[in-house]
Protein backbone atom coordinates (compact mmCIF):
# COMPACT_ATOMS: atom_id res chain seq x y z
CA UNK A 1 0.00 0.00 0.00
CA UNK A 2 1.38 3.43 -0.88
CA UNK A 3 1.02 6.77 1.16
CA UNK A 4 1.55 10.06 0.20
CA UNK A 5 4.34 12.78 1.51
CA UNK A 6 3.96 15.69 3.10
CA UNK A 7 6.15 18.12 3.57
CA UNK A 8 8.55 18.60 6.25
CA UNK A 9 9.97 15.11 5.52
CA UNK A 10 7.02 12.90 7.08
CA UNK A 11 5.42 10.11 5.38
CA UNK A 12 2.03 8.55 6.38
CA UNK A 13 -0.50 6.47 5.03
CA UNK A 14 -3.77 8.66 4.43
CA UNK A 15 -6.56 6.85 6.54
CA UNK A 16 -8.51 8.57 9.73
CA UNK A 17 -5.86 6.71 12.77
CA UNK A 18 -2.69 7.15 10.78
CA UNK A 19 -1.51 11.37 10.68
CA UNK A 20 0.93 12.09 13.54
CA UNK A 21 -1.34 12.58 16.70
CA UNK A 22 0.41 15.84 17.24
CA UNK A 23 -0.84 16.92 13.81
CA UNK A 24 -3.74 16.24 14.35
CA UNK A 25 -4.30 18.23 17.81
CA UNK A 26 -2.64 21.46 16.42
CA UNK A 27 -5.29 22.02 13.83
CA UNK A 28 -3.13 20.58 11.01
CA UNK A 29 -4.62 20.73 7.38
CA UNK A 30 -3.30 19.06 4.46
CA UNK A 31 -3.90 21.05 1.23
CA UNK A 32 -2.47 20.86 -2.56
CA UNK A 33 -0.11 23.06 -3.52
CA UNK A 34 -2.62 24.85 -5.80
CA UNK A 35 -4.63 25.26 -2.56
CA UNK A 36 -2.27 26.78 -0.60
CA UNK A 37 -1.25 29.34 -2.89
CA UNK A 38 -5.04 30.57 -3.14
CA UNK A 39 -5.02 30.58 1.04
CA UNK A 40 -1.60 32.77 0.22
CA UNK A 41 -3.74 35.02 -2.11
CA UNK A 42 -7.00 35.69 0.11
CA UNK A 43 -4.36 36.86 2.88
CA UNK A 44 -2.34 39.12 0.76
CA UNK A 45 -5.46 40.30 -0.50
CA UNK A 46 -7.17 40.99 3.00
CA UNK A 47 -3.60 42.90 4.28
CA UNK A 48 -2.91 44.82 0.90
CA UNK A 49 -6.23 46.10 -0.09
CA UNK A 50 -9.22 45.60 2.35
CA UNK A 51 -7.08 46.40 5.79
CA UNK A 52 -5.92 49.81 4.19
CA UNK A 53 -9.29 50.10 3.05
CA UNK A 54 -11.17 50.14 6.47
CA UNK A 55 -8.00 52.41 8.16
CA UNK A 56 -9.18 54.92 5.34
CA UNK A 57 -13.14 54.01 6.58
CA UNK A 58 -11.82 54.89 10.09
CA UNK A 59 -10.32 58.06 9.19
CA UNK A 60 -12.60 59.85 7.53
CA UNK A 61 -15.32 58.54 10.09
CA UNK A 62 -13.13 60.09 12.81
CA UNK A 63 -12.49 63.22 10.53
CA UNK A 64 -16.39 63.62 11.31
CA UNK A 65 -16.35 65.09 14.94
CA UNK A 66 -17.43 63.68 18.17
CA UNK A 67 -16.68 59.79 18.57
CA UNK A 68 -18.79 58.94 21.07
CA UNK A 69 -21.89 59.20 18.86
CA UNK A 70 -20.40 58.24 15.08
CA UNK A 71 -22.45 55.71 14.41
CA UNK A 72 -19.79 54.98 11.28
CA UNK A 73 -16.14 55.01 13.29
CA UNK A 74 -18.30 52.64 15.76
CA UNK A 75 -19.03 50.68 12.42
CA UNK A 76 -15.54 51.06 10.86
CA UNK A 77 -14.00 50.04 14.30
CA UNK A 78 -16.17 46.71 14.59
CA UNK A 79 -15.44 45.69 10.55
CA UNK A 80 -11.41 46.39 11.39
CA UNK A 81 -11.68 44.51 14.44
CA UNK A 82 -13.63 41.50 12.06
CA UNK A 83 -11.05 41.62 9.17
CA UNK A 84 -8.53 41.57 11.92
CA UNK A 85 -10.00 38.23 13.11
CA UNK A 86 -10.49 36.86 9.40
CA UNK A 87 -6.59 37.82 9.23
CA UNK A 88 -5.24 35.82 12.39
CA UNK A 89 -7.36 32.61 11.01
CA UNK A 90 -5.60 32.70 8.03
CA UNK A 91 -2.60 33.34 9.33
CA UNK A 92 -2.93 30.24 11.72
CA UNK A 93 -4.29 28.06 9.07
CA UNK A 94 -1.36 29.12 6.66
CA UNK A 95 1.32 28.02 9.16
CA UNK A 96 -0.05 24.91 10.34
CA UNK A 97 -1.18 23.57 6.65
CA UNK A 98 0.68 20.70 5.03
CA UNK A 99 1.18 20.50 1.55
CA UNK A 100 0.58 16.99 0.27
CA UNK A 101 2.13 15.46 -3.27
CA UNK A 102 -0.19 14.66 -5.02
CA UNK A 103 1.76 11.83 -7.38
CA UNK A 104 2.21 9.30 -3.84
CA UNK A 105 -1.77 9.50 -4.01
CA UNK A 106 -3.52 5.95 -3.99
CA UNK A 107 -6.54 5.00 -5.56
CA UNK A 108 -6.51 1.08 -3.73
CA UNK A 109 -8.78 2.90 -1.33
CA UNK A 110 -10.44 6.19 -0.63
CA UNK A 111 -7.84 9.10 0.28
CA UNK A 112 -7.82 12.61 0.65
CA UNK A 113 -7.47 14.26 -3.36
CA UNK A 114 -9.32 11.01 -4.42
CA UNK A 115 -12.29 11.61 -7.37
CA UNK A 116 -14.80 8.85 -5.23
CA UNK A 117 -17.99 7.52 -7.53
CA UNK A 118 -20.88 6.50 -4.85
CA UNK A 119 -24.05 5.12 -5.43
CA UNK A 120 -26.84 6.00 -2.91
CA UNK A 121 -28.66 2.60 -2.47
CA UNK A 122 -31.81 3.67 -1.29
CA UNK A 123 -32.41 5.98 -4.23
CA UNK A 124 -29.93 4.98 -7.12
CA UNK A 125 -28.39 7.99 -7.35
CA UNK A 126 -24.68 8.43 -8.16
CA UNK A 127 -22.85 10.73 -6.72
CA UNK A 128 -18.83 12.10 -7.35
CA UNK A 129 -16.78 13.77 -5.12
CA UNK A 130 -13.13 14.87 -4.67
CA UNK A 131 -12.12 14.44 -0.79
CA UNK A 132 -10.23 17.77 -0.22
CA UNK A 133 -9.35 19.75 2.95
CA UNK A 134 -11.83 21.84 4.51
CA UNK A 135 -10.37 24.91 3.06
CA UNK A 136 -10.53 23.79 -0.55
CA UNK A 137 -13.87 22.41 -0.23
CA UNK A 138 -17.01 23.60 -2.31
CA UNK A 139 -19.69 21.10 -2.92
CA UNK A 140 -20.71 23.29 -6.59
CA UNK A 141 -17.64 21.96 -8.05
CA UNK A 142 -17.87 18.69 -5.93
CA UNK A 143 -15.41 18.88 -3.53
CA UNK A 144 -16.08 18.19 -0.12
CA UNK A 145 -14.21 18.22 3.03
CA UNK A 146 -12.51 15.55 4.72
CA UNK A 147 -14.53 16.40 8.29
CA UNK A 148 -17.90 16.03 6.63
CA UNK A 149 -20.02 12.76 7.33
CA UNK A 150 -19.82 11.11 4.20
CA UNK A 151 -16.14 11.85 3.90
CA UNK A 152 -15.29 10.88 7.30
CA UNK A 153 -17.47 7.51 6.28
CA UNK A 154 -15.56 6.75 2.55
CA UNK A 155 -11.72 7.22 4.07
CA UNK A 156 -10.31 4.01 3.91
CA UNK A 157 -13.02 2.18 2.37
CA UNK A 158 -12.30 -0.18 -1.14
CA UNK A 159 -14.06 -0.35 -4.53
CA UNK A 160 -17.47 -2.31 -4.12
CA UNK A 161 -17.66 -1.55 0.15
CA UNK A 162 -20.81 -0.66 1.40
CA UNK A 163 -21.15 2.28 4.00
CA UNK A 164 -23.49 3.88 6.07
CA UNK A 165 -23.72 7.48 6.59
CA UNK A 166 -25.15 9.26 9.63
CA UNK A 167 -26.41 13.21 8.24
CA UNK A 168 -28.71 15.29 9.63
CA UNK A 169 -31.56 14.06 7.20
CA UNK A 170 -31.05 10.07 8.30
CA UNK A 171 -28.72 7.46 7.59
CA UNK A 172 -27.57 6.88 4.04
CA UNK A 173 -26.41 3.79 2.36
CA UNK A 174 -23.62 4.44 -0.13
CA UNK A 175 -22.21 2.02 -2.26
CA UNK A 176 -18.45 2.95 -3.14
CA UNK A 177 -17.98 2.60 -7.62
CA UNK A 178 -14.92 4.01 -8.46
CA UNK A 179 -12.01 5.78 -6.55
CA UNK A 180 -9.77 7.85 -9.18
CA UNK A 181 -7.51 10.63 -8.71
Sequence with gaps: ???FRVN??????FNPCNFPEEEIMNNTSYVTADGLQKLKAELDHLKNVERPAISRMI???RDKGDLSENAEYAAAKEAQGMLELKIKKLEDLIAN???IDETKI???FVQILNRVKI????????MEY???SESEANLKAGKIAISTPIAKAL???KVGEVVEVKVPSGALKLEILDISI
Design 59 to 61: AEA
Design 1 to 3: MEG
Design 106 to 108: NTS
Design 8 to 13: RNSFCF
Design 130 to 132: TLV
Design 97 to 99: TRI
Design 155 to 157: LGR
Design 119 to 126: RNILNNQI
